[in-house]
């Protein structure tokens, strides 16, 4: 497919809005039509990204009024979000119904948690405030590109970063049935999981030379992980999920726990692995332990696996700003377009990070 479809990007001016940037500066189908950002409106995109200055020369974030006055009537639109919980369902419900208005054939895919449950009450109660566009929910399917093959609808909305790690670890174990569906899973997550703006979990001297748990067994991301897998699998799953502050800026290790209902090898386990992602290009089964640094920057997840008996133990490292966001909701737009699922996300990453 060689033509060149226009993108915007809700919420430009955020950490997974400026990945998003970056992976669309390389991108062989999708062209950036608009970064839009209310708050950095008419600033340069180099000003925010310093880094991505060279990719957009002369090209300013635009006013979420007047974006789609640069769109032609009845063309093609890849929409992404990288707006707030809470506030991206709304954005989104609105860019609809304009671009309907204006005959455009449109894909969503929702960074943001707004699209990530498909009953309105069960977001309601996890995020404590209103759905934005609740009638919308049912055009949105939820799930990693690696495990949903047909969404049947045409929008997404995208896995949380820790949700993504661990649904890539957790769910070809709970269809394998090896399992009495109880993991305890433990994530490390990187400083920019946290979004652009500073807060006291992200400040240097705390987050410098640090390790802390925060919000044990209860942080919103374990009925994500559970409600997901459960999805996924066909099984019941019940996820204990504890996360904590890593002291470094991007990468997200997971490490998943399960009891075996009978003693497992591990080639056993590594077989259940490498038939579930056999036809994933972003997806490695390793010898031994994956490492964060191996990922950073890319859209890889590398796992790997151990056994005791009947103990289970699966490691799962994605970059979190990449595959757990900016670069799956790439992934899942080729899809949404029938372009080649890679395109746009196999440059080299840097080593060394």
Known sequence: MSERIPAIIL?????VGGE???????????????????????QPIGETFAHLSQGYIGV????????????????????????????SAAMIATALDVTGEKGMEVHVVDSSADFRYVNQGVYEGIYDTRHGAPNLLPQFACAVPEHLENPGVPHIGHPGCFATASLLASVPLARSGLTDGHFFVSGITGSTGSGQKPQPGTHHP?????????????????????????????????????????PF????????????????????????????????????LVTGTPRVKD???????????????????????????VKGAAGGAVQWMNRLWGLPETAGLTAAAPGWT
Not at 60 to 87: N, Q, R, V, Y
Not at 206 to 220: C, F, G, I, Q, T
Not at 252 to 266: D, F, G, N, W
Not at 295 to 321: F, H
Request: a negative charge; proline letters at 5%; aromatic letters at 6%.
């Open 11 to 15: 919420g430009a001016g955020g950490c």
């Open 20 to 42: 998003l940037l970056r992976l669309l500066a390389v991108h062989p189908n999708l062209e950036l039509a608009a970064a839009v950002s209310e708050s950095r409106a008419g």
């Open 60 to 87: 300013d974030f635009i006013d979420p009024d007047t974006w789609i006055s640069k769109l032609e009537d009845g063309g093609k639109l890849a929409m992404f979000s990288a707006a707030p919980h809470g506030a």
């Open 206 to 246: 705390v987050r410098h030379s640090n390790l802390y748990a925060y919000k044990p067994l209860a942080h919103r991301h374990a009925p994500e992980i559970a409600g997901l897998s459960s999805l996924a699998s066909g099984n019941d799953i019940n996820v204990h999920f504890v996360p904590h502050s890593g």
């Open 249 to 284: 800026t991007r990468g997200i290790h997971v490490t998943l726990q399960a009891k075996a209902t009978a003693p497992v090898s591990e080639k056993t386990l590594r077989e259940v692995y490498a038939d579930a992602y056999a036809n994933a290009p972003f997806v490695e």
């Open 295 to 321: 990922v950073v920057a890319s859209n890889l997840c590398k796992i790997g696996v151990a056994t005791d008996g009947d103990s289970i133990v699966v490691m799962s490292v994605i970059d979190n700003l």
